[in-house]
Each structure stands twice: as C-alpha cells, then as structure tokens.
C-alpha cells in the first residue's frame, strides 16, 4: 500500500548546506535562506505518492536520495512512466509553472529522502525571489527535453535500448553500480509485457553491459551501457548540466 506524503515522518538529513539535492545545493546564500525556514527533512519508504493526479500539491519535494516516477496513466487503466527525477530535481515544478496540480502521479519507485516544503511557502518563496524562479524554471526546462527524449525512444527505439537509457538515468541519480528495480516496474517503465522485459535483460546481460538478479541490476560497463541507449539519452543530460549543475556524482565508480 503507497503513503501519501501527509503520513511521512521525519528524519535527520544533512545540515545545510550539504545538500545532497542539486537544485538545493545550487541556490544562492539569499534563496537558501529564504527556503531553509519552510523545508522538513522526511522518509520517503518505497512506493510513496508524493503527488496524486488532479489533486492540489500540498507538499513539493527536493529529493536527497532515492527515485521518483512520474507516471501517465490512461482511463480504462495501466500506465507508462513519462519521467524520473531524484536528487537532481523537485516533484512539483508544476508550481513554479503557476500550476496547482498536474494530471500525473509522482511516486518514489526507490525509497529514500527529501527536503519537503509546503506549496503555498514555495510559491511565495518564488514570487519573492527572481533568481530562485528562474532556477526552477530552468530546471523544468531540462525536464521537458527529458519527457521529449522518452517519447522518442517510445516511438523508435527497441526496448533494449529504452531499458539501457533508463538504467544508464537511474544510475546517473544514485550511488554505486546495483540499481534496485523490479521487472514489474520495468514493465511499466518500457510499456511492454514481463517477457519483453526479460528479453531485453538477457541481451544487455549478453553483451556483458549489467547483470541481472532477482530485484536488482547491477552495472558493469557504464560506457557500454550508454552506447546501448542509443540517441534519446543525453540531450536532457547535457541541457541540465549546461543550465544547472553536473547531473552524475561527484565521485563516479570503477565501472563509469
């Protein structure tokens, strides 16, 4: 059963300002001020919903760790994720568009950690500051190159490439080579049935680029993998390090 951030509790994260979160740790002294008042570390356990569909946003989140799917779901049921964010981004930029609410659901797909802020204190935070609107922006900017770069792969690309790019994303937001995922979750990720997914395990596997295990992928050639993920991974990525920050961790692994 999925939390609703309402029903989070706290915990100690960082001191500021180590923040792990990138737009967070890229504010200046004066917008990190202006936030630090409204922000409340909180637990994410996996499978929180940070964000339900046609619902106000209470809370935006700045995520320290762990990973968000943004997930577009159809009437009669089922659904594809649409984008991912972790600790490069907020879930609930929709508020520094204007918006309210958004028609997507936000869940953490891997549990972790966030900086959470009420969105009436966020919007006003962004309507007091131009410098701290603009970054949002920006980061909703590269945002939309990334929801534009899934559509592509979803429209040409073999679901072996889509599921390199998606691991070669998840891997870019956490530490470490062994990405815990589920061939469920990756059912849904790729918008295909279990055994297509299988398949497309078995021949990244193949190609000596990750191994596979009940729950988890651990990867073992980073370059290979992003040379398996083909033209739809890369441009969101260079957008946002071009606009923002370096998206990867700082100090990469053996297999990077």
């Not at 390199?164 to 979750?185: C, K, P």
């Amino acid at each position: 059963m999925r939390q609703t951030s309402a029903q989070l509790s706290t915990s100690p994260l960082p001191t500021p300002p180590l923040y792990l979160n990138r737009l967070l740790a890229s504010l200046s002294d004066d917008d990190r001020a202006l936030l630090r008042p409204h922000l409340e570390p909180v637990t994410l356990p996996l499978g929180t919903v940070l964000i339900e569909p046609d619902r106000r946003i209470s809370y935006a989140h700045f995520p320290e760790d762990g990973l968000c799917s943004v997930i577009a779901s159809a009437q009669e049921g089922g659904g594809i994720e649409i984008g991912l964010l972790g600790r490069d981004g907020l879930a609930g930029v929709a508020l520094a568009l204007g918006a309210d609410q958004m028609p997507h659901q936000i869940f953490m797909q891997v549990a972790g950690r966030s900086h959470r802020i009420d969105s009436d204190a966020l919007r006003q935070a962004i309507d007091a500051s131009a410098s701290l609107r603009n970054l949002l922006l920006r980061y909703a900017q590269t945002f939309l190159i990334q929801v534009a770069q899934t559509a592509l792969a979803n429209a040409s690309a073999p679901a072996e490439e889509r599921l390199a790019r998606w691991l070669v994303m998840y891997h870019d937001r956490l530490d470490g080579d062994d990405l815990s995922v589920t061939h469920e979750f990756l059912s849904l990720m790729l918008g295909v049935r279990r055994p297509t997914v299988t398949v497309a395990l078995q021949m990244l596997e193949g190609a000596g680029l990750i191994r596979a295990r009940r729950g988890r992928v651990v990867v073992l050639n980073r370059s290979g993998l992003v040379e398996a993920a083909g033209e739809a991974y890369g441009p969101a990525e260079a957008e946002y390090e071009r606009l923002i920050a370096p998206l990867r961790r700082a100090a990469q692994s053996p297999s990077a």
